[in-house]
């Protein structure tokens, strides 16, 4: 993940997120249940990107938390709103003295070195029966990741030539999805429902997909083949073999959405 705690970062994360739709994590945080009145915690808040969204359901109160000090001057910066209170801190790790109705923490938790003591502090903050929403939008381990996708046919046509190649493992993520299942069922969260979304590009976008993996690849092949004709050989296999995925779409992986509730 980009490194948040460097206000260039964490500016240039704002700058497009002001723009970002705030419809689904509304819809999301709708299944969730905040109530009028309720005492919120937004976990690894940023800017305040999902405190806004979290503001739409007219809570007493909302605590932002991040551990980046750039990300809460923004916060403070941006969200002009009385009910919005802003925290730095590391949610791994985090003891406030106040409890709350519901959390909700929008595209963190796959970023956290530390998952299971992050649940754990948001299972702590809450009060009894109370609701806590996120999800897991980067990869599982295991889902199929177009550049593995790429990095298999390209193999393969190495292998053809007889030349074995090997690239950085790209699987991703720490977990696989029943892992990180597991991992909640450990806490005393009761998983009250998930919910996948597949991630599916095609046209532009996987051809897109195609042309940053082929740029990261083809330095890789010209130090292991030393031959520009066998690489642009392989680059031509390459894109014969994915032309016919360009209009099926690929799926990329699934972003999930997890609603808990401390029983
Ligand atoms: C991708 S941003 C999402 C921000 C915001 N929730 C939104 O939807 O715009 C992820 C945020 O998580 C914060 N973060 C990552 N690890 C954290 C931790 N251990 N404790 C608190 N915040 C954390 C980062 O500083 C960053 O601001």
Redesign the pocket.
């Known amino acids: ?1 980009n490194d ?2 460097l206000e260039e970062n ?1 500016r240039g ?1 704002m700058g497009e ?1 002001w723009d970002f739709p705030k419809t689904d ?1 509304i819809k999301n945080l709708k299944r969730l249940g905040i109530s009028e009145g309720d005492f919120v915690l ?6 305040g ?2 405190t806004e969204c979290v503001l739409t359901f007219n809570p007493a109160r909302v605590v932002g ?4 000090e750039p ?1 809460i001057k923004i916060a403070r910066e941006c969200v002009e709103d009385e009910r919005a209170e802003f925290i730095q ?4 790790s ?1 003891v406030l003295d106040q409890e709350f109705d519901q959390a909700v ?4 938790f796959h ?4 998952v299971a003591g ?1 649940l754990n502090s948001v299972y702590n903050l809450l009060k009894e029966g109370g609701g806590f929403f996120f999800n897991w939008s980067g990869y599982f381990r295991g889902d199929e990741l177009i550049s593995n996708y790429f990095q298999r046919i390209v193999s393969y046509e190495a292998r053809k030539r007889g030349m074995s190649l090997s690239f950085p493992d790209q699987s991703g993520g720490k977990f696989n999805r029943k892992e990180l299942k597991e991992l909640i069922g450990d806490t005393c969260f009761d998983i009250k429902h998930i919910k996948m979304k597949p991630r599916k590009v095609k046209g532009e976008d996987l051809r897109d997909h195609h042309h940053d993996f082929w740029e990261e690849a083809y330095p890789h092949l010209m130090d292991s083949f030393q031959n520009e004709r066998i690489v642009r050989e392989i680059g031509l296999a390459v894109r014969k073999k994915t032309s016919k995925f360009l209009k099926k779409g690929r799926t990329l992986g699934f972003k999930s959405n997890y609603w808990l509730v401390k029983a």
Do not use: K
Request: charge should be negative.
């Open positions: 993940m948040y705690t964490a994360y997120r994590l937004d976990v690894g808040c940023g800017g990107w999902s938390v991040d551990y980046s990300m801190g590391d949610i791994s985090l923490s929008e595209d963190v970023h956290l070195d530390d992050a």
